[in-house]
């Protein structure tokens, strides 16, 4: 639960909205027919066909909260783990690819693919420097700036890009040139 | 219009060796690249204007705009779909370019000169001679040579031991392996991993020498950012991690013979009928990625290095004659992750230190092989990275919680291991895998983008693979545990994860034994897809470097 209130906080969807809707140019949108609508909304249709069949077929085990996320769908309405269930019945399949958005309708493996990348794109957006673009993290990439360390490194404490470590133990092994130790450095 | 003796596709890790062992003979090469080119002064924004058009001299190289652009934040570096090592155009604010995979998985490819050698972890062991002797069309005695010349040109060497190595080498020895003291692996063991990095700098332990001063000279740093890309070293043909675009690139310059154009698509080979030769490549069509305005250059001889989906898209889009081989067969060393989480207590007597710091030091520094089964090799990254590939596995959600959880990490679960990040070891398992003509490259019969119909990958593992590979994880989840790991994350990856492609264009029945096409005379292929089979598991491109050095011998004398 916690992961997910962090993973608004620090705006993460908005990291996953943006990727998907950049990931694929328009000449290609249009023959996968995802120009209206984009790629995410159709992703998000996607995510509430299998939470409206959740929420039907009575498998949810929370109560639904339509306020968690404004203008959310039924997806947006389920307790995480109706939620990693819903995830789960696109995983298994278990519902009908006939009545799909578009790219998904009859698309087993990219609705299989993108399971997973959602889960990648909302780990990677966290623990990234993403969220520390701040007020330019939605601008095209040459225009981002680190505005603060990002909260993500803070949370695991990982220290950021450095110059080096001194962390140096010795060799186990010494490499076999053939033409002696050193022959790189003499050559250049 | 000007006759190249050689025209040669991609720069990466096949690429731009071929191309400096040509120009080192003598002969005139066009090297043709996608994608952008990072540290050349003619292109000060590589992402945001087209600069110029090409690059011949080895003086165009500048370290300090290199440094500026390969920063080392995870996001801005690695994204696939935005990052600087993507395989896309130069421009960032246009999509990445598109593959059809309709499977789980991921293509980890880069565009750029130096190609996928940009983020690659440089880790360059030789092939298993048991996958090579007796099964390819050639010997492995006779590829010592070009082994031994791309071990010193790069040059290789063992990794250094750093806290990750030295944790993995306790639990391999407690877990009765032994060090294997050889280049050559014909049993299995541990060893410290051979790379082409440069060894620290002998001040790297001089607390009088500032860290950003030791960026600045030779050597490596132990940074640790060798996927979000090694900027470290004090000119650009000595920065510590050698891709190619700090190795065989600024070698080729250097001849003073070879020529590189980036943001140039290659759409087409051209080929004419000549009444002694029949059917031969005499040249290129591209597309310049900036302005899409097209171009027709001609070479004596035309070498493939554009990577394992791309030289068969290439082929096939270009026409030239059915091959039934041509795509099929792709292996992937069907990978798997697995991750080892520590407790302070346990890690302070086998270290001195309370963290394993997987951030610190090469990003492979260490390995088990094991011949008839594959490699596992330990691996640290950047939070970002590390996450997300807790985010990916064949079995979903695992829902219970134990010693050891297989599947996607969620929830506090994924949080609880995230906090303890600093002291995680993860190992990369990288299977035997075996050539099955069902796996492989084909084109998309509805899509196509401005560079032709696009590629479709597919790939499922063999049983044969399936079962190597679960041999494989035992024996990581068995070291990890000896190591003293408190809990292990078994993350199953999806068959689909494609780090290492080869063998879409086997050698044998593509090409014949010196890399030559056989349908169609004077076109070569220097890049992976080469490869008869996945050489056992080991890292695949030292193999293709060594190719592509034997190869421009057996062009140049057959046709110069
Ligand atoms: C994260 C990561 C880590 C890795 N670590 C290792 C490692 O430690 N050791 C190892 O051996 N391997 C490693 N690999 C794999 C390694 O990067 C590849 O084996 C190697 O780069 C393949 O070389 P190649 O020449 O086949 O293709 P690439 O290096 O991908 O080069 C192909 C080039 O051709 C260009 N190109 C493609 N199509 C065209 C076209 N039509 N026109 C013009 N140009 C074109 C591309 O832009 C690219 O620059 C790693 C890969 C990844 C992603
Ligand atoms: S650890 Fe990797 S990134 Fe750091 S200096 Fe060495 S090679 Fe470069």
Same mark, same amino acid.
């Given at each position: 639960?916690?992961?997910?209130?962090?993973?608004?906080?620090?705006?993460?969807?908005?990291?996953?909205?943006?990727i998907?809707?950049?990931?694929?140019?328009i000449?290609?949108?249009?023959?996968?027919?995802?120009?209206?609508?984009?790629?995410?909304?159709?992703?998000?249709?996607l995510?509430?066909v299998?939470?409206?069949?959740?929420?039907q077929?009575?498998?949810?085990?929370? =109560?639904l909260?339509?306020c968690?996320?404004?203008? @959310?769908g039924? *997806?947006?309405?389920?307790m995480?783990?109706?939620? #990693?269930? !819903?995830?789960?019945?696109?995983?298994?399949?278990?519902?009908?690819?006939?009545n799909?958005?578009?790219?998904?309708?009859?698309?087993?493996?990219?609705?299989?693919?993108?399971?997973?990348v959602?889960?990648?794109?909302?780990?990677f957006?966290?623990?990234?420097?993403?969220?520390?673009?701040?007020?330019t993290?939605?601008?095209?990439p040459?225009?981002?700036?680190?505005?603060?360390?990002? =909260?993500?490194?803070i949370?695991?404490?990982?220290? @950021?890009?450095? *110059?080096?470590?001194?962390?140096?133990r010795?060799? #186990?092994? !010494?490499f076999p040139?053939?033409r002696g130790?050193?022959?790189?450095?003499?050559?250049? | 219009?000007a006759?190249?003796?050689?025209?040669?596709?991609?720069?990466?890790g096949?690429?731009?060796?071929?191309?400096k062992?040509?120009g080192?003979?003598g002969?005139?090469?066009?090297?043709?690249?996608?994608?952008?080119?990072?540290g050349?002064?003619k292109?000060q924004?590589?992402?945001?204007?087209?600069?110029?058009?090409?690059?011949?001299?080895?003086?165009?190289?500048?370290v300090?705009?290199?440094?500026?652009?390969?920063?080392?934040?995870?996001?801005?570096?690695n994204d696939?779909?935005?990052?600087?090592f993507?395989?896309?155009?130069?421009?960032?604010?246009?999509?990445?370019?598109?593959?059809?995979?309709?499977?789980?998985?991921m293509?980890?490819?880069?565009?750029?000169?130096?190609?996928?050698?940009?983020?690659?972890?440089?880790?360059c062991p030789r092939?298993?001679?048991?996958?090579?002797?007796?099964?390819?069309?050639?010997?492995?005695?006779?590829l010592?040579?070009?082994?031994?010349k791309v071990?010193?040109t790069?040059?290789?060497?063992?990794?250094?031991?750093?806290?990750?190595?030295?944790l993995?080498y306790?639990?391999?020895?407690?877990?009765?392996?032994?060090?294997i003291?050889?280049?050559?692996?014909?049993?299995?063991?541990f060893?410290?991993q051979?790379?082409?990095?440069?060894?620290?700098?002998?001040?790297?332990?001089n607390?009088?020498?500032r860290?950003?001063?030791?960026?600045?000279?030779?050597g490596?740093?132990l940074?640790?950012?060798?996927?979000?890309?090694c900027?470290?070293?004090?000119?650009?043909?000595?920065?510590?991690?050698?891709?190619?675009?700090?190795?065989y690139v600024?070698?080729?310059l250097?001849?003073?013979?070879?020529?590189?154009?980036?943001?140039a698509?290659?759409?087409k080979?051209?080929?004419?009928?000549?009444?002694?030769?029949?059917?031969?490549?005499?040249?290129?069509?591209?597309?310049?990625?900036?302005?899409?305005?097209?171009?027709?250059?001609q070479?004596?001889?035309?070498?493939m290095?554009?990577?394992?989906?791309?030289?068969?898209?290439l082929?096939?889009?270009?026409?030239?004659?059915h091959?039934?081989?041509?795509?099929?067969?792709?292996?992937n060393?069907?990978?798997?992750?697995?991750?080892?989480?520590?407790?302070e207590?346990?890690l302070?007597?086998?270290?001195?230190s309370?963290?394993?710091n997987?951030?610190?030091?090469?990003?492979?520094?260490?390995?088990?092989?094991?011949?008839?089964?594959g490699?596992l090799?330990?691996?640290?990254?950047?939070?970002?990275?590390?996450?997300s590939?807790?985010?990916?596995?064949e079995?979903?959600?695992?829902?219970?919680?134990?010693?050891?959880t297989?599947?996607?990490?969620?929830?506090?679960?994924?949080?609880?291991?995230?906090t303890?990040?600093?002291?995680?070891?993860?190992v990369?398992?990288?299977?035997?895998d075996?050539?099955?003509?069902?796996?492989?490259?084909?084109?998309?019969?509805l899509?196509s983008?401005?560079?032709?119909?696009?590629?479709?990958?597919?790939?499922k593992?063999t049983?044969?693979s399936?079962?190597?590979?679960s041999?494989l994880?035992?024996?990581?989840?068995?070291?990890?545990?000896k190591?003293?790991a408190?809990?292990?994350?078994?993350?199953?990856?999806?068959?689909g994860?494609?780090?290492h492609?080869?063998?879409?264009?086997r050698?044998g029945?593509?090409?014949?034994?010196?890399?030559?096409?056989?349908?169609v005379?004077?076109?070569?292929?220097?890049d992976?897809?080469?490869h008869?089979?996945?050489?056992g598991?080991?890292?695949?491109?030292?193999?293709t470097?060594?190719?592509a050095t034997?190869?421009?011998e057996?062009?140049?004398?057959?046709?110069?």
């Amino acid at each position: 639960m916690a992961q997910v209130d962090e993973a608004l906080d620090l705006s993460v969807y908005e990291y996953i909205i943006w990727i998907l809707d950049h990931s694929i140019s328009i000449p290609i949108e249009m023959q996968l027919q995802l120009v209206h609508p984009t790629f995410s909304k159709s992703t998000a249709q996607l995510l509430d066909v299998a939470a409206a069949q959740l929420i039907q077929t009575g498998q949810v085990k929370y =109560p639904l909260n339509v306020c968690a996320f404004s203008g @959310g769908g039924p *997806f947006a309405s389920l307790m995480e783990s109706d939620r #990693l269930k !819903a995830i789960t019945l696109l995983e298994r399949l278990e519902l009908n690819l006939e009545n799909l958005p578009s790219p998904y309708q009859n698309n087993p493996g990219l609705i299989q693919n993108m399971m997973d990348v959602l889960n990648q794109l909302t780990m990677f957006g966290h623990y990234s420097e993403w969220n520390a673009y701040g007020s330019t993290r939605l601008l095209p990439p040459e225009s981002r700036r680190i505005e603060y360390f990002p =909260p993500g490194w803070i949370e695991v404490q990982y220290p @950021g890009p450095a *110059f080096g470590y001194r962390d140096f133990r010795g060799y #186990l092994m !010494a490499f076999p040139h053939k033409r002696g130790e050193d022959s790189w450095r003499k050559r250049t | 219009m000007a006759k190249e003796d050689v025209i040669v596709i991609g720069s990466g890790g096949g690429g731009a060796v071929i191309a400096k062992e040509l120009g080192e003979m003598g002969l005139k090469v066009l090297v043709l690249e996608a994608g952008p080119w990072y540290g050349n002064k003619k292109w000060q924004n590589p992402n945001l204007q087209p600069g110029a058009k090409i690059s011949s001299t080895f003086d165009d190289l500048d370290v300090s705009l290199y440094k500026q652009l390969v920063n080392k934040y995870e996001q801005n570096m690695n994204d696939l779909v935005s990052g600087r090592f993507r395989w896309g155009p130069a421009d960032r604010s246009r999509s990445q370019w598109f593959r059809n995979i309709k499977q789980k998985g991921m293509i980890w490819q880069s565009s750029g000169v130096g190609g996928t050698t940009q983020v690659y972890t440089a880790n360059c062991p030789r092939a298993f001679p048991m996958a090579v002797d007796h099964v390819w069309p050639l010997s492995y005695l006779e590829l010592i040579p070009y082994y031994e010349k791309v071990e010193d040109t790069l040059p290789v060497n063992f990794a250094p031991t750093t806290a990750k190595e030295e944790l993995f080498y306790y639990g391999a020895k407690k877990a009765g392996w032994h060090l294997i003291p050889t280049l050559d692996v014909t049993v299995p063991g541990f060893r410290p991993q051979p790379n082409a990095i440069l060894p620290p700098n002998n001040n790297i332990l001089n607390p009088h020498v500032r860290l950003e001063e030791l960026s600045w000279m030779e050597g490596c740093t132990l940074a640790g950012h060798c996927v979000n890309g090694c900027p470290h070293g004090p000119s650009m043909d000595k920065i510590a991690k050698r891709s190619t675009n700090v190795s065989y690139v600024p070698l080729a310059l250097k001849t003073s013979n070879v020529t590189i154009r980036p943001n140039a698509f290659v759409l087409k080979i051209v080929t004419d009928i000549d009444s002694s030769e029949g059917l031969r490549a005499i040249g290129v069509v591209i597309r310049d990625t900036w302005t899409g305005e097209k171009e027709e250059l001609q070479a004596k001889v035309v070498v493939m290095a554009a990577g394992s989906i791309e030289s068969p898209r290439l082929w096939m889009n270009s026409g030239l004659p059915h091959n039934p081989w041509v795509g099929k067969g792709l292996v992937n060393h069907y990978m798997d992750w697995l991750t080892g989480i520590f407790a302070e207590k346990e890690l302070m007597p086998i270290l001195g230190s309370s963290d394993v710091n997987p951030f610190v030091g090469h990003t492979c520094g260490a390995r088990l092989d094991y011949p008839g089964l594959g490699t596992l090799q330990t691996v640290g990254m950047s939070p970002g990275l590390t996450a997300s590939f807790f985010g990916m596995s064949e079995s979903g959600y695992d829902f219970l919680t134990s010693s050891m959880t297989k599947g996607r990490l969620y929830g506090d679960e994924l949080k609880e291991v995230m906090t303890n990040y600093r002291r995680t070891l993860s190992v990369l398992v990288s299977t035997d895998d075996e050539v099955d003509p069902q796996n492989g490259i084909t084109l998309d019969p509805l899509i196509s983008d401005e560079h032709g119909s696009v590629p479709v990958v597919a790939y499922k593992p063999t049983k044969r693979s399936k079962r190597k590979r679960s041999e494989l994880v035992k024996i990581a989840v068995d070291i990890l545990y000896k190591a003293g790991a408190k809990k292990i994350i078994w993350s199953n990856w999806p068959a689909g994860n494609m780090i290492h492609m080869e063998s879409t264009m086997r050698m044998g029945f593509v090409v014949d034994e010196n890399c030559e096409s056989y349908d169609v005379k004077r076109l070569y292929i220097a890049d992976n897809s080469v490869h008869y089979n996945s050489l056992g598991g080991p890292n695949p491109t030292l193999t293709t470097q060594a190719l592509a050095t034997r190869t421009a011998e057996k062009l140049f004398n057959k046709y110069f």
